[in-house]
């Protein structure tokens, strides 16, 4: 699909045309991100984040196969090849260092580009697709970054996986055999690291796969914008290239300053030092905590300490996945006719307030499991609870929005005669 | 229908997270918040500037071998350095001969398939340090990996080797160091099974003839340690330079690109 007005492609070149009857790959590439796609000509730099994190994952890809290439997926050695690749592979220290920082600046990204779903309300119609896919993304990409992170086989590996799988354990009746059937064992260890490594080499592909429906499901309606006005006419729109591959260029260029700058100056600083210890079955470390990415759903999963008719940790289980799973119902849940945050005033201000909740979740969860942290992460659980069921349900049926302008070429211009004129 | 059953769901988890709550506050109000031992008197660790320090930092050859003679010394006998193999020493600066020489020292144990036996040879320079065999009290740690595998770094082994103090008068009773263990604040659990292990000055005889007092020492045997478990810490952030510049060069161009091609639209 695309808009009256987008560009064909029409390649000049015999071999082009050739190649174009036989197999359109060019026409496609065109059409998705060359000058063959119309997009919103108001873009902000929020939109930069969708191309970044498909970066991010090439860079996984790319780092995670030479890591492959040298780890072994044994318990009894995937320590000392972890090491062995950091001390005598080439470069086998760069290739770790940004796989693992590669893993945080994949959530960074994705977190941010999610923050923007939520702003912009991108995942009303004609986009819930678009939405449900990322959030399948963002869960695919959760089980695979924690089960990346058991692979080194280092102490926070080892009782971080007992921790997660043993979360299966609270399901009534099954969950004590589930557990036993999803490790390999009554506890984490070959067995477990074995399928773990397996299914980590193939869950990127998997989430490879979803992209490209993700983006294909973008690509029918067209990219959304911060006015969340729809397109109407031409001079709404710049094709995606040279405009967007440019400014996008640009992005790319920040965000690889960023991170190589954690690569190669602050490398082990988003990781923790017990990871660096062998794993031991024998030696609970003092606080287990997953990394920074889960700290916020950690925090949801430890605030519920108290049984009631079911027990407290089922209702931990069940908060936390709901927590994400909510996610997909937004489209429905948020039935306001407008998009953008920018003319939703009292949504705006509950919006941010959830950012902050967020954030406090998440230095709960990466704090030790005691007073006061416990009680301020139930607090942050209470808001966060509340604002997806309760109050964007509510508020999106009783708030009054700001006047939005007629047309994407009057939020850019502060005038669109074309529009005037047909209104 | 939807939003309806939403509000009951969210409802649910406010109401449990809200019981939740007031039973932490109870217990809390009843009990005040908690508090440990370790919370009063463990130290962090105290400030040290290595030659490694910085973006631009790099090891200092001199003090990395100082520390190789005081972990040959003083550490050698209880901690092993499994994953540091005798040729790696050539980055301290050691020559092929040195390095040959410091291996032929160690026993090195090795597996004969054919005999099912367990002999000591010694040691190659391509074979690591070999694993130490410890009786006493207390599970000394593998070296390698440890300044990685502490809060704090280089600055916490520094500051355990030179932080052993009196037990303090005001320690509850059960938090004493029992028969065989020693105070030291900057330790997790304050009470550790190493006795001081560097005691003195000149306990080792530097051959750069550095004073080797206590504190020179822990310095030298913490910047040792630092390049044990990143040996490749100087060519990361050798590389790290080039690659920040190159891609700071890319980023102005992408600007400039950026701007040329928008000019038309603002």
Redesign the interface.
């Known amino acids: 699909m695309s808009f009256p007005w987008a560009k064909e492609y029409k390649p000049s070149h015999p071999a082009m045309q050739w190649l174009d009857e036989k197999l359109p790959l060019p026409r496609f590439v065109y059409n998705a991100i060359g000058a063959g796609y119309p997009v919103p000509?108001n873009l902000n730099y929020f939109w930069n984040f969708g191309i970044l994190a498909g970066f991010c994952l090439v860079i996984q890809i790319i780092t995670g196969v030479i890591l492959a290439m040298h780890y072994a997926a044994n318990a009894s050695v995937a320590f000392?090849s972890t090491?062995h690749i950091?001390?005598d592979v080439n470069w086998g220290?760069?290739m770790r260092?940004m796989h693992a920082n590669g893993a945080s600046a994949f959530f960074v990204v994705v977190y941010t580009h999610i923050f923007r779903g939520f702003y912009f309300s991108s995942y009303k119609a004609p986009r819930e697709m678009v939405w449900l896919l990322g959030v399948t993304i963002f869960l695919l990409m959760m089980a695979t970054a924690f089960m990346g992170y058991v692979l080194p086989w280092g102490q926070m590996s080892f009782w971080g996986a007992k921790v997660i799988t043993g979360l299966f354990g609270a399901i009534p009746l099954v969950g004590e055999s589930l557990q036993i059937w999803l490790l390999g064992g009554f506890a984490p260890d070959n067995a477990a690291l074995n399928r773990f490594f397996a299914l980590h080499f193939l869950l990127p592909f998997v989430i490879l796969g979803v992209v490209i429906l993700h983006i294909w499901a973008l690509h029918i309606p067209g990219s959304s914008n911060p006015t969340g006005v729809e397109v109407k006419e031409e001079s709404d729109t710049?094709p995606f290239h040279?405009?967007y591959t440019?400014?996008d260029?640009?992005g790319?260029?920040?965000f690889?300053?960023f991170y190589?700058?954690v690569?190669?100056?602050l490398?082990?600083t988003l990781g923790h030092?017990?990871n660096?210890?062998p794993a031991n079955p024998m030696q609970t470390p003092?606080h287990i905590v997953p990394e920074w990415y889960f700290w916020p759903f950690y925090a949801i999963l430890r605030?519920?300490?108290?049984d009631?008719i079911l027990p407290?940790k089922l209702?931990g289980v069940l908060?936390m996945f709901?927590a994400i799973l909510?996610w997909f119902?937004l489209p429905?849940?948020d039935?306001s006719p407008v998009r953008s945050g920018n003319y939703r005033p009292l949504f705006r201000k509950f919006f941010y307030v959830l950012v902050l909740d967020v954030l406090v979740l998440g230095y709960c969860g990466g704090s030790p499991a005691?007073?006061?942290y416990?009680?301020v992460s139930?607090?942050a659980?209470?808001y966060y609870?509340?604002h997806?069921?309760?109050i964007l349900?509510?508020v999106s049926s009783i708030e009054r929005p700001d006047p939005l302008p007629s047309s994407i070429t009057e939020a850019v211009l502060g005038h669109d005669e074309a529009a005037a004129s047909k209104a | 229908m939807?939003?309806i059953f939403?509000?009951l769901?969210?409802?649910a988890?406010?109401?449990?997270?809200?019981?939740?709550?007031?039973?932490?506050?109870v217990m809390?109000a009843k009990d005040g918040?908690?508090h440990t031992v370790e919370a009063q008197f463990h130290k962090h660790p105290k400030e040290l500037s290595l030659s490694t320090s910085g973006?631009f930092g790099h090891f200092d050859r001199q003090q990395l071998q100082r520390g190789f003679a005081v972990y040959q010394n003083v550490c050698q006998g209880c901690h092993a350095l499994k994953?540091v193999a005798f040729r790696?020493l050539k980055a301290l600066g050691y020559s092929d001969a040195e390095v040959k020489a410091i291996a032929k020292n160690a026993q090195v144990p090795a597996y004969n398939a054919a005999t099912g036996e367990v002999k000591t040879h010694p040691g190659l320079a391509t074979d690591h340090f070999p694993p130490v065999v410890y009786g006493g009290k207390g599970n000394p740690?593998d070296l390698?990996?440890i300044t990685?595998?502490?809060?704090g770094g280089a600055a916490y082994v520094y500051s355990l080797l030179t932080g052993y103090e009196a037990v303090p008068a005001n320690l509850p009773k059960d938090a004493r160091p029992a028969d065989g263990l020693y105070y030291n604040p900057y330790f997790?659990n304050l009470n550790i099974a190493m006795p001081a292990p560097l005691t003195g000055e000149g306990q080792v005889t530097y051959s750069d003839g550095t004073k080797a007092t206590v504190d020179q020492m822990a310095q030298d045997v913490a910047a040792f340690l630092e390049w044990t478990?990143e040996?490749?810490l100087d060519?990361?952030?050798q590389?790290?330079w080039p690659?920040?510049g190159f891609?700071?060069f890319?980023?102005v161009l992408?600007?400039m690109?950026?701007r040329?091609?928008?000019a038309d639209?603002h």
């Open positions: 000509r000392e090491e950091m001390r220290w760069l260092y710049l040279p405009y440019a400014k260029g640009f790319l260029g920040l690889l300053l190589f700058g690569v190669f100056f490398p082990n030092p017990d660096y210890i003092a605030a519920f300490t108290f009631f407290a209702w908060a709901m909510v119902l429905w849940l039935k005691a007073e006061p416990l009680m139930q607090i659980a209470i609870f509340l997806f069921f309760v349900p509510i | 939807i939003r939403s509000i769901a969210g409802l988890f406010t109401l449990v997270l809200a019981l939740s709550f007031i039973d932490e506050a809390t918040l908690p973006a994953y790696d740690p390698s990996l990685k595998a502490r809060h997790a478990a040996p490749k060519k990361r952030k590389t790290g690659v920040l891609l700071l890319a980023t992408a600007y690109a950026k040329t091609v928008w639209q």
